[in-house]
């Protein structure tokens, strides 16, 4: 009983490292998308695309 218990420690502990991996690569892309909507370029290409 008590190695299941470990085990599922273990298990939640990844699956938290990988949430927080997950999150970080997210906020990298919305950093960049951001960025880019700030130059403008983002603007011009969904205008491009709606019309």
Request: proline letters at 0%; aromatic letters at 0%.
């Amino acid at each position: 009983k008590r190695r299941d218990a470990e085990r599922q420690a273990l298990a939640r502990q990844q699956q938290a490292q990988e949430a927080l991996a997950a999150a970080t690569e997210a906020s990298k892309g919305l950093r960049n998308v951001s960025k880019a909507s700030e130059e403008g370029s983002i603007t011009k290409e969904l205008m491009n695309a709606v019309t």
